[in-house]
């Protein structure tokens, strides 16, 4: 079985997107998906946009965001591999 990739790990530090300024003020918000090519090494190899937020500003910002992220590989048979994986970023005005 493969265990998928984390990001969510404490010591890797993945800083939040930055959520634009005008976007707030704008009042857009949404969630952009992201197909994530991970590398064994548990850098970011490529990425594509999954589904669009609406807003090409939060688009962007959360891909420079991941683009910059660490991961945990995924593993199979306790060894690392490349793992294509699903990652959501929400940009909600009340968060």
Do not use: C, M
Request: hydrophobic content about 40%; aromatic content about 10%.
């Amino acid at each position: 079985p493969v265990v998928p990739p984390r990001s969510d790990a404490s010591h890797l530090n993945n800083p939040a997107p930055i959520y634009p300024a005008i976007s707030r003020r704008l009042g857009e918000q949404g969630q952009v998906l992201f197909n994530v090519y991970i590398l064994a090494n548990g850098t970011v190899g490529e990425i594509k946009i999954r589904r669009s937020s609406g807003y090409p500003r939060l688009d962007g910002a959360a891909l420079a965001a991941v683009r910059r992220w660490r991961y945990l590989p995924a593993r199979q048979g306790g060894e690392p591999i490349p793992f294509w994986y699903v990652q959501p970023i929400i940009f909600e005005l009340n968060r």
